[in-house]
């Protein structure tokens, strides 16, 4: 992970993302770019958490409180004090830095690894309780509704860009964008010193503290900054959809989905958590037509997949590679 | 002590005292390492070594007493700015950070001087050089031998700049073909001009490299002088050699 990017590691990101930036200058279909939409909304998410949870692993289970905190500090400040969502989003993420601090500094303390995932699966339950009961504010469970748009502006050689329900390309290639921002952060911190601090402080904690790791310090530099990363989903998922409910944005079943995604694909490794949700979220819309039956084939899915690439999907390459190398 | 005209130690453990529930580990012990000194800590099983290691190392805080090193006071200082101050250790069962190459391992070390991780990776690069794993420079720590753990783990801490090196039990658990090699390699550690302190139940390796033994029983010190007054001493022939001369 520290030797340089070789040139076939550079070829597959920039086909990656040459392959996405082309995605709506071949079809327009509304369908096929919200279920993209959402997949990198997950991509950041799952990203984020695997950052902490994988690279850093440290088990947290309430990540799911920084999306929704990231949502609705994005989407109230946008409708009650009017400011606009482009810099509202900001607020959001910093808003759930400032969260992720704040039940970072405890955590840090607890060495426990099952204690973490309850104490930050509680903080969560919390904060979703919280926005459900201030219904003065949030509404609560009737929902958030009216959330503004972002303003449309122009751009040379493309004319006027709007944000509407009825066009979401805008909305692609936002999400895109801040998609290979927020991977390009992930990599740039993993492959400094405090990249190489955290996995050693994973593998060894006290081996590293010896050698003059600051654990504390690097604790909570990537809990902030995974914490920002999954503010800044939350708050382009709210001004997207325009509608918020503590269950969709704050619920448990969303950091379920995510782990699932980050296990799937592969857990510390940079691209699994994309594979991951772009694997799950995909699966999740194709199999719509199996009504009922959709979650069992789901589940199916994702146990196969741990049973037999128990490293995630990323992996598959060298084990099947294994595989025959040894007939 | 021997020296006639001490120099200012480098390391001055002063009346520390460090109790478990009812137990008392180590009870006012106070001893000083001077620079350039190899000091062998030894004794039977619970005689409070490791526990005056942690207190050194910043494991534990003593409830009573100070530690000076380099002439800062650092009591109660984590273990990182302990080793930013110049204090570096090995674990006796060895903690390798197994998903990280060797290289990688001794870079951990190396990143407290470099600002750039290509000039960690050089660094990091020579002191793996220095204890003979060159070959596995760049397979995964997981995949050493116990011998090599403890070869990564001086690597490691050599690669922080330390003045001063605390060994656990540096040819504990290790096949007794690999121990001359690793003598040889403390033995060009203490080259650099390192002082270091040990831990070490092996009676030939204490002799071989240390200047100075100090014999704990019972968290206080029995006997103190070169290693072989120490293996004439009385009461350490009782307790300890007379038992198994074998280990001598």
């Known amino acids: 992970m520290f030797q340089p990017v070789k040139p076939s590691q550079w070829l597959v990101i920039a086909a990656a993302i040459l392959v996405m930036a082309a995605v709506p200058l071949v079809t327009r279909n509304s369908y096929l770019l919200h279920v ?31 999306f929704g905190i990231g949502a609705y500090v994005s989407a109230l400040l946008s409708i009650k004090a009017g400011w606009s969502p482009w810099l509202t989003i900001w607020f959001g993420a910093l808003a759930a830095t400032g969260a992720g601090l704040f039940i970072g500094l405890p955590i840090l303390r607890i060495k426990s690894m099952s204690h973490v995932a309850i104490v930050t699966l509680g903080f969560a339950e919390i904060v979703r309780i919280v926005i459900s009961n201030l219904q003065t504010i949030t509404r609560g469970e009737l929902g958030l509704w009216g959330i503004r748009p972002f303003e449309g502006f122009t751009l040379p050689f493309f004319g006027e860009i709007t944000f509407s329900p009825a066009d979401k390309v805008p909305y692609y290639y936002l999400i895109l964008l801040l998609l290979i921002g927020s991977t390009a952060v992930i990599m740039l911190l993993m492959r400094s010193r405090t990249g190489l601090s955290i996995i050693a402080m994973r593998d060894a904690e006290d081996a590293a503290e010896s ?20 503010g800044i989903a939350g708050a382009f998922y709210a001004h997207y959809i325009s509608i918020l409910t503590p269950t969709a944005a704050v619920g448990i079943d969303l950091m379920i989905l995510v782990i699932a995604m980050a296990l799937v694909g592969g857990l ?40 037999f690439l128990p490293k995630g999907l990323t992996t598959l390459g060298p084990v099947l590679r294994k595989r025959f190398a040894s007939r | 002590m021997q020296n006639p005209t001490p120099a200012t130690p480098l390391l001055k453990v002063d009346g520390i005292t460090m109790a478990f529930g009812g137990i008392v580990a180590v009870d006012n012990l106070s001893f000083s390492v001077q620079p350039g000194e190899i000091l062998a800590l030894m004794g039977p099983n619970g005689a409070g070594k490791t526990t005056t290691f942690h207190v050194i190392a910043g494991v534990h805080s003593p409830d009573h007493g100070t530690i000076t090193f380099d002439g800062h006071e650092i009591t109660r200082a984590r273990p990182d700015r302990r080793c930013r101050a110049g204090l570096a250790r090995t674990f006796q069962i060895t903690q ?47 995949g050493l031998s116990t011998g090599q753990r403890k070869r990564l783990e001086m690597a490691r801490a050599m690669a922080t700049r330390p003045k001063l090196l605390l060994l656990d039990e540096v040819t504990g658990g290790v096949d007794m073909a690999s121990v001359p090699g690793l003598i040889d390699l403390v033995k060009r550690l203490r080259g650099e001009g390192l002082t270091l302190i040990i831990i070490e139940h092996n009676m030939r390796v204490i002799t071989e490299l240390a200047d100075r033994a100090i014999f704990m029983n019972r968290g206080v010190r029995m006997a103190e002088g070169t290693p072989a007054e120490i293996a004439r001493h009385p009461e350490v022939i009782e307790l300890y050699l007379g038992e198994d001369d074998g280990h001598g």
């Open chain 1, 268 to 307: 510390s490794t940079f691209s699994g958590p994309l594979v991951g949700a772009l694997l799950l979220t995909g699966t999740v819309e194709l199999l719509r037509d199996l009504d009922q039956y959709r979650l069992l084939v789901y589940g199916a899915m994702i146990i196969l997949i741990v049973m």
């Open chain 1, 211 to 230: 050698l003059g790791v600051n654990l504390t310090r690097q604790k909570l530099l990537v809990f902030a900054v995974s914490a920002f990363l999954v």
């Open chain 2, 96 to 142: 390798p950070f197994d998903e990280l190459t060797v290289v990688e391992n001794v870079m951990v070390g190396a990143i407290a001087h470099h600002r750039s991780m290509a000039e960690a990776r050089v660094e990091a690069r020579r002191y793996v050089d220095m204890v003979g794993l060159s070959e596995r420079a760049d397979i995964l720590a997981k």
């Open chain 1, 36 to 66: 993209l939409i959402l997949t990198m909304i997950f991509g950041i998410f799952a990203s984020a958490w695997n950052l902490v949870a994988g690279f850093g692993g440290m088990k947290t289970f309430g990540h799911h409180a920084f």
